[in-house]
């Protein structure tokens, strides 16, 4: 996922993104609430981990905002305990889901991912596409019912394809969700992590198709 954190805490938001960057994520780290509504208009995002308390605005303001600019990504808030009583506001306006300091730095993915897959009008945490099998809360993968080792990009990369089986998916906005804004990677990146992946897919039904200028597409294979 490509996730918009906004947190102005140095130790928290640190923590989260060591965190989400570890388990494969793509994070941009905002720490004033001036600078929100400008990094979210201007790069697509999965998800938003948004703090209430922020320098200059409200987290609630913020969010309405948000949605008025047609900013339709899931919004995780992060609350004090104090602050609970402004969660029906807080879902009125637009946030998807909150979770309460202090919390476990895997239930916060956890719940990103759940958010997610329920933007997606996904339901299960696996996916499956011919005898290829992904569980995206486990992290795991399986052909036929036999365990694929693959890479935290590997995966994550895969996980992207499948969602979008059938589809075309641009090689621009697979760059934006595998890699950190400050990581400096070309395309090869990109077109080694495929020709891995094809490998490990050798035993499957399934075939990542290359559609020359534009991106690549999961389908079923003939054969």
């Not at 890479?151 to 934006?176: D, T, Y």
Request: no cysteine; proline share 2%.
């Amino acid at each position: 996922m490509r996730i918009l954190l906004v947190e102005d805490n140095e130790d928290l938001g640190e923590a989260i993104e060591k965190r989400l960057r570890s388990a494969g994520h793509s994070v941009e780290w905002v720490r004033d609430g001036d600078d929100v509504l400008p990094t979210a208009e201007a790069e697509p995002f999965d998800a938003v981990a948004l703090d209430l308390m922020l320098p200059n605005r409200d987290g609630i303001s913020l969010i309405a905002e948000l949605r008025r600019h047609k900013f339709n990504a899931p919004i995780l808030v992060i609350t004090a305990r104090s602050e609970i009583d402004d969660k029906v506001s807080l879902l009125d306006l637009g946030a998807d889901d909150y979770l309460v300091k202090p919390f476990d730095l895997r239930e916060l993915e956890a719940r990103l991912r759940a958010l997610l897959r329920r933007s997606g009008g996904q339901a299960s945490s696996t996916v499956s596409v011919g005898n290829l099998e992904l569980d995206l809360a486990g992290l795991n993968a399986s052909v036929a019912g036999k365990a694929l080792e693959l890479g935290r990009r590997e995966f994550r990369l895969l996980e992207i394809l499948v969602a979008h089986a059938g589809k075309v998916v641009a090689k621009e906005r697979l760059m934006n969700q595998l890699f950190n804004f400050d990581e400096n990677v070309s395309i090869n990146a990109l077109e080694l992590h495929i020709s891995r992946l094809r490998k490990k897919l050798e035993a499957a039904n399934i075939e990542i198709g290359t559609v020359r200028g534009v991106g690549y597409v999961v389908r079923v294979s003939d054969g």
